[in-house]
């Protein structure tokens, strides 16, 4: 796709990658980018296998199909890693996004393979720390925007924290938590990205 960027998400049931990727798609989308946000419908069920996608792109977008040769992958948890196969047609200059506290070494042996980006962001302490449970999607969220660049970061934390504002307006406590994660997150995968580049 010129222009764009197609990205895939791997999460369970109940995780929140879904509303991740809708998440992505509208604040892409108030910065003025054309976007698709939608999963992919299979058994519902609390902790079953669950894909979702976007397609953000500056200009219209005339695909309507799923997701096959993604430019990003967003792996929510990591246990997926063992039973599906995450990285299939996911493009070498791409990246692929995990949620462990593992390290990329630790990870490698079970991405088939894969020559291209890999990214390890410990979501599960994040979120703990700030939410006080275990919401990956949140920093996952961040760990996306920051990796693909698919807006500025400013752009992306004032978009977020309106929609929260707006999505948890008599919950004031759960806008800082989430926030918190948003940018703990964001800041970590730059941190790695500065010591890849450094090493």
């Given at each position: 796709m010129k222009n764009g960027m197609e990205i895939r998400w791997h999460g369970?049931?109940?995780q929140g990658a879904k509303t991740a990727a809708l998440l992505l798609a509208d604040v892409a989308f108030k910065t003025g980018q054309n976007v698709q946000g939608f999963p992919e419908y299979g058994p519902e069920r609390m902790g079953a296998p669950?894909?979702?996608?976007?397609?953000?792109?500056?200009?219209?977008?005339?695909?309507h199909s799923n997701i096959y040769t993604p430019d990003f992958v967003v792996v929510v948890d990591e246990t997926l890693l063992y039973s599906v196969d995450v990285t299939a047609g996911l493009k070498r200059n791409g990246a692929i996004i995990i949620n462990t506290a593992k390290s990329k070494e630790e990870v490698l042996p079970y991405l088939k393979g894969y020559k291209g980006?890999?990214?390890?962001?410990?979501?599960?302490?994040?979120?703990?720390?700030?939410?006080?449970?275990?919401?990956?999607?949140?920093?996952?969220?961040?760990?996306?925007?920051?990796?693909?660049?698919?807006?500025?970061?400013?752009?992306?934390?004032?978009?977020?924290?309106?929609?929260?504002q707006h999505k948890f307006?008599?919950?004031p406590e759960v806008i800082e938590g989430n926030m918190k994660a948003l940018e703990m997150a964001y800041d970590a995968v730059e941190a790695a990205e500065a010591m890849s580049l450094s090493a």
């Open positions: 369970r049931g109940g669950i894909t979702a996608y976007n397609r953000i792109s500056r200009d219209k977008i005339r695909v980006k890999v990214i390890t962001v410990d979501a599960r302490s994040i979120s703990e720390e700030t939410l006080g449970k275990n919401f990956p999607n949140t920093p996952m969220l961040a760990a996306a925007v920051a990796v693909s660049g698919v807006m500025e970061k400013h752009e992306f934390i004032n978009e977020m924290k309106a929609s929260f307006a008599k919950k």
